[in-house]
């Protein structure tokens, strides 16, 4: 079975602090994983992904994961916040031609 | 690439009515389309995956009959909510995955439904 955990539901930083959401992941294949963002009333952008090459995955915006599969864990960070980047963040477990959603992270940027 | 459109981005119907969104792959020929419902503050919810020139395939607990899929072409498929009522309230989204890009989806901007 293929299930998603997102530890955090709101994640709240000032804007030039580290970014970190985190996400653990079940599943019974092979995953592919991904990190999806959304903006209010806007479809999900996808940030990143990751399928079974390089475990550090580089993703638009500054955005990077590393996938652990000891920990069953990828973790979305970035260096430094920005404004912008104040949105909801879905990790996404992919299996067998179908996405299993994490619930989400609201992510807030302090100014 | 791999821009996938929506239309109407709003719409407002009374109940009883029905009502068609657009999902558009512009710039690549989609395998495979998915049409997910979102309601607010919550995950998206699978509803439907179809693939052009074939029957769509539902989750369980969706009703086919009401939640009418048409993939008519590699670029275009339509969700039809038949016989809209306040609880279809909400904000539905498709994507679609192209050959090559394995099991990547991208999205639509997505469509909100007020039925009142």
């Known amino acids: 079975a293929q299930s998603v955990t997102q530890l955090d539901s709101h994640v709240s930083v000032s804007e030039g602090t580290p970014v970190l959401l985190r996400c653990n992941y079940s599943?019974?294949?092979?995953?592919?994983l991904f990190w999806y963002v959304q903006h209010p009333n806007k479809g999900l952008q996808l940030l990143l992904k990751?399928?079974?090459?390089?475990?550090l995955v580089k993703g638009i915006n500054g955005f990077e994961a590393e996938f652990k599969k000891s920990e069953t864990s990828f973790h979305l960070t970035k260096p430094s916040a920005h404004m912008s980047d104040a949105a909801e963040y879905f990790c996404?477990?992919?299996?067998?031609?179908?996405?299993?959603f994490g619930r989400g992270t609201q992510l807030t940027v302090w100014p | 690439g791999a821009v996938v459109s929506q239309h109407p981005s709003w719409v407002i119907c009374k109940s009883g009515t029905s009502v068609k969104i657009e999902c558009r792959s512009l710039?690549?020929?989609?395998?495979?389309m998915f049409w997910y419902r979102q309601f607010p503050k919550q995950s998206l919810m699978l509803m439907a995956t179809?693939?052009?020139?074939?029957?769509?395939?539902?989750e369980q607990g969706v009703e086919k009959d009401k939640f009418l899929i048409n993939h008519a072409s590699l670029t275009l498929s339509t969700l039809t909510v038949t016989s809209a009522h306040p609880e279809d309230s909400s904000f539905y989204i498709c994507?679609?995955?192209?050959?090559?890009?394995?099991?990547?989806?991208?999205f639509g901007p997505g469509t909100r439904l007020l039925v009142l």
């Open positions: 996404v477990v992919s299996a067998l031609g179908r996405l299993y």
């Open positions: 179809s693939n052009e020139g074939s029957k769509a395939t539902y």
């Open positions: 990751y399928t079974s090459a390089a475990t």
């Open positions: 599943s019974s294949y092979s995953p592919s």
């Open positions: 994507s679609a995955s192209r050959p090559g890009g394995g099991e990547t989806q991208y």
């Open positions: 710039d690549f020929q989609a395998t495979t």
